[in-house]
Structure formats: C-alpha cells, structure tokens
C-alpha cells in the first residue's frame, strides 16, 4: 500500500516536472520573435528597389543631359551595397524554409548588380564622350561661320553652299541624337562626305574648322548606337525581379514561421491547462488526506470514549481490538504526515499563485500590441513609404518607435522567462517536500552544494507576495559563508515556514513598522547560525515549552503543523531550532543551527 502510494506520488511529481519543463521549452522556442525580423528585411529590400530606381533615373538623366554630374550614378550602388551587407548580416535571425533557394536568389542578384554596375560604368563613358561632342556642335558651327565672314564678295556663293552643308548636318546630328536610326545615319553620312569634298575649295587655314566640326558629328556617329543599346541592356537587367523574388521568399518563409509559432502557442495552451488540471487533481488529493485525517481521529475518537465498555462487553474480543487500534495509531501517523505536506505545500502555492498571476498580467499588457498599429502605420503608406519615413512626422517617428519596442518586448520576455523559473523552483519545491515528508518514514538525507544566501532569496520569494501585501520591511545581515553541504529541501521547508510565520506574526501592527530581520553567519564551533527576528505579537512564556508542539497553535485559521515539521526536519539535519521571545508585543526570534559542512571542490 505505501509502496504503490509512493510509486504514485513519484509519478505524479514527475508529471509535474516534465509538464513544467515541457512549457518552458515551449515558451522558449514560440517567444523569439521572427516577424520584425522579416518586416525589417523586406524593408531593406524594398529600399534597394527604390535605389535602384533612382538609379534608373539617374542613367537617363544623364542620357538626356540633364545633369553633367555622374555622382548620382555612383551614389545609389553604394547605398545599395551597403544595404544588401546589412540583409546578409540578418540571415542567422531568419529560418527559411528552402535555403537553396535563398542562396539561389543571393546569387542571381548579385550576378545582376554586378552586371548593372558595369553596364553603368561603360554607359558613363560613352554618354561623357557623346554628350561632349553634342555640347561642342554650336561652338564649332559658330568658328565656322565667323570664318566664312572673312571671305570676299566672290566667294559668297561657296559659302552659301558650305554653310547650308554643315547646317544641315549638325540639324541631322542633333536629330539623331535624339532619334536614332538607319535612314538618319545615312543623311549624316552623305552630308559629311559633301562636306569633305566642299572643303577643299576653302583655304586651307579655313578648312580646320571644318575638319573638327566633321570629326565630333563622326563621333556622335559612332557613340549615340553604342549608348542607346547600353540603355536597353541597362533595363533589361531582372534587378527588381531578383529583388521580387527575395521579397516572395521572405513572405513564404514569414508565413511559414508564423504557423510554427502559432503551433507552438497551440501545444503551449494544451500542456498549461495539463499542468493546471494536474496541480488541481493534486490539491484535490490533498484535501481527500485531509478529509480522511479528519474522519479517523472522530473514529479514533468514538473508539477511546467507548473503550471501556467494549472491554468489559467484549474481553473475548480483546485482540480484535488490540489489531484496530494499532491500525488506528498507523492512520494517525499517516495523518501527521499528510497534514505536513499540506501545510508546507500550502506556503508554496502561494509563491505559485502569484508568479502565474504576474505571468497573466505581463501577457494581457504586453508591449507586442504595439507592433500592430506600428504596422498599420507603415501598410497605409505602402506606396510612399520612403516618403512617410523621412518626411511625415508621425514617420519619423516610427523607427524610433520601434526600436524601442523591440527593446521593451525583450525586457518583457526576460521578466517572463525568471517568472517561469521561480513557477518552476515552486513546482520543483512541492515535489521535494512529498519526497522530504517520505524522508521522515526512514529514507535516506539527500546532501548537495548549497548557497545559503541564495536559499534565502528563494524562502522570500516563494513569501513576496504576501510580505508586500503586509508591508513588511526585510532587513539582510549575510555574513561570508562558503558553499556547504546540506539537504536543501529541508533547509528551504523550514526558511519559508519561519519567514512565514513571522509575516503572520507583524500581521495587526499598526504603531511600528513591520520590520524582519534575516541573519546568516557561521560559528566558532563549527555550526551555521541562520535567524528570523521580527516586531511582531511575541510569545507569552507559558507557551514557550508548547511552540513546537504538534498541533500547536495560536492562530484561529492555523493547524499547529508547521513549527512541529521545521523542528523534526532541523533533527533530520543533526541541528536543532529554538525559539526565544521577550513577551507579549516584543517580537520573537527564532534560531536554526546545523553542521557547517563545506562542499567539496
């Protein structure tokens, strides 16, 4: 019977365990949060795209010449170098779901910048060739025609017939730099080769005009084809494609992740109310002990108040009875045991009530609300997004904004991810006081390395709760201790029961503060000292030699098991706890003193 109660309260201690191991993990892996990341690098794509427009812009700003500065084409490549650096430095926050294909689409963007750049770099030095030579036509039709001023009377036909020649093909010149084709490219041909042969009868001094006015209409000639078909290759170039593509990668990969999270919330929410319906189902348990503890000592009860009439009435009956109440002295001892557990798992629930409550809290007010009217901000300026960043003044704002909204959520999740790891100690605490009680039966002291300090912040934080709501003051005196050895569930059952305790014990102060002292240090005679002073009502003498009594209590709502267990385990520990107290509403101070064991290295 004890035998298959224990295998059952191990089985559902580790229920317990793994249940609150599995949400933890869960929460771990559904809290990193993927959709900023890929908003944000479908931002520096989007902002390439509008790069490489302005790109496009600037190539036929300069076709067209209305800049003669070629930074501008320099300019976007840089920019959008750098921002492809810092896409490539986002992909360990990505998880995609077809990585070839992302290394694919890298590749072929990268293949089409590159040959964009070039394509640009030889654009720049035709057109700067080309826009020369259109730039210098009126300039050597004017040295032409003031050359022509000095002929005489009897040369004004030549003139005529010469200057009507290079007019009309600087006229084709300029049209075909405008709208190039075969038919123009021939008048310029046959122009230039009538003036070839006109020249001739000029001077010869008059004839360099001439020959450089021939020579740059040659040149446009030669370029305006080569920068026309640059232009076409220049846009033929897929960059916005690629870039559509790593965009579309992107919202597969976002869409993909975000039903993994969602997955991950789903399993989350299944093993809490497992969790929830098992630590109910447990405390279920417990009240059933209770209940039954109560049931046999009415029974036990009944049965000594009638005892001696039953003896006398059924003497040939007196082993039937001896057997009954050995039975009953065992149920007894069950009871006290299980009237323990209760207690001290009642301390920890509290601790449990209050880190699910913070846990609650946090989510219904998270930060991560704020992401959605940041993108509803940003979708109501999808076209003019670029725009609305740097000009609107809401826009503005927005990177800001979200920066520090990733900052908050951050802080956020840190605070759940210690609220769940005290959930967790908490749990873990109930597990081990089923296992310290079952100590007491004759199982073996489990010692391990213990950090006193740290033991004590874990006894008031398992007490936060209620000491804030009593508005208790703690005050910490921690001397130096090294690390001991020690049976850490049983230090800890007695730190929550005496910091319990002495909370009750300042509950009706109201003429001084609630003031607990906490003190730790160790020995001479080689024993650690660990104290829990408080102002509270005190302990009147008569009640001294009773304070650690079974049943003992001065509390209406109180069970009297508490001091008696702290007292059996401290035993437990080869140490021993004392109380001490001045009187009625002088406060009481108890004292814990075990072996100093340091923890070996």
């Not at 720049?124 to 002929?151: M, W």
């Not at 299944?270 to 046999?296: C, G, H």
Request: proline share 3%; hydrophobic share 40%; aromatic share 4%.
């Amino acid at each position: 019977m004890r035998l298959s109660r224990r295998a059952t309260q191990f089985m559902l201690s580790a229920m317990t365990l793994i249940l609150a191991s599995t949400l933890v993990f869960l929460y771990l892996k559904s809290s990193s949060d993927k959709t900023s990341t890929y908003t944000e690098s479908r931002d520096l794509i989007r902002e390439i795209k509008q790069l490489n427009s302005q790109w496009d812009s600037e190539v036929l700003k300069a076709r067209i010449a209305l800049t003669h500065n070629y930074d501008p084409l320099v300019a976007p490549l840089t920019e959008m170098n750098r921002l492809w650096v810092s896409l490539e430095q986002r992909e360990s926050q990505h998880r995609h779901e077809d990585p070839a294909r992302w290394q694919a689409g890298q590749d072929a963007y990268r293949q089409a910048i590159d040959e964009k750049a070039r394509l640009v770099d030889q654009f720049k030095s035709h057109n700067a060739v080309l826009r020369n030579s259109l730039a210098f036509l009126p300039t050597a039709e004017d040295d032409i025609q003031a050359q022509f001023l000095a002929l005489t009377n009897a040369d004004k036909l030549l003139q005529q017939s010469i200057a009507t020649d290079t007019y009309d093909v600087l006229l084709s010149s300029l049209e075909f730099a405008q709208v190039t084709s075969d038919d123009k490219a021939a008048d310029i041909l046959v122009g230039l080769n009538t003036l070839a042969i006109n020249k001739l009868s000029l001077p010869e001094s008059f004839q360099v005009p001439v020959e450089i006015l021939s020579n740059h209409i040659a040149l446009i000639l030669r370029e305006q084809p080569l920068v026309n078909d640059l232009l076409e290759r220049i846009a033929a170039v897929p960059l916005a494609e690629r870039l559509d593509d790593l965009t579309n990668q992107l919202n597969q990969d976002q869409t993909a992740s975000d039903l993994l999270d969602q997955k991950y919330h789903r399993y989350l929410l299944v093993f809490s109310t497992l969790l929830v319906a098992l630590l109910l189902y447990l405390a279920i348990r417990l009240l059933r002990s209770f209940a039954e503890i109560n049931r046999v000592n009415r029974a036990l009860h009944v049965v000594n108040e009638s005892l001696e009439q039953r003896v006398e009435e059924r003497t040939r009956e007196l082993k039937d009875a001896q057997s009954e109440l050995m039975d009953s002295a065992r149920q007894a001892g069950m009871a006290e045991i299980a009237t323990n557990v209760l207690h001290n798992v009642g301390n920890v629930l509290n601790s449990v009530n209050i880190s699910a409550e913070l846990v609650t809290r946090k989510l219904r007010t998270s930060k991560a609300l704020g992401l959605g009217k940041a993108m509803q901000l940003i979708n109501e300026h999808r076209r003019d997004l670029g725009t609305f960043l740097t000009e609107d003044e809401k826009g503005k704002l927005l990177p800001d904004y979200l920066n520090q909204l990733v900052e908050a959520i951050a802080t956020e999740q840190q605070g759940l991810t210690e609220e769940l790891a005290q959930l967790s100690k908490s749990v873990d605490h109930i597990k081990d006081i089923v296992s310290t009680q079952q100590s007491y039966a004759g199982a073996s002291t489990l010692l391990e390395p213990v950090h006193i300090s740290a033991l004590m912040e874990d006894a008031l934080r398992m007490n936060s709760g209620a000491l804030s709501r009593h508005h208790v003051t703690v005050v910490k005196d921690y001397h130096d201790v090294p690390e001991i050895m020690a049976d850490k569930h049983r230090l800890l059952l007695i730190l929550v029961n005496l910091i319990s305790n002495a909370k009750y014990a300042m509950s009706n102060l109201t003429d001084r503060t609630r003031k607990m002292t906490l003190t730790v240090m160790p020995l001479d005679d080689g024993t650690l000292q660990i104290s829990v002073k408080d102002e509270g009502e005190g302990i009147p003498a008569e009640n001294m030699t009773r304070i650690f009594t079974h049943g003992f209590t001065t509390r209406k709502e109180g069970h009297g098991f508490g001091l008696h267990s702290c007292a059996l385990a401290a035993l437990e520990m080869k140490g021993r706890l004392t109380a001490h107290s001045d009187g009625p509403g002088k406060g009481a101070l108890f004292t814990l003193h075990i072996p100093l064991e340091p923890a070996r290295t």
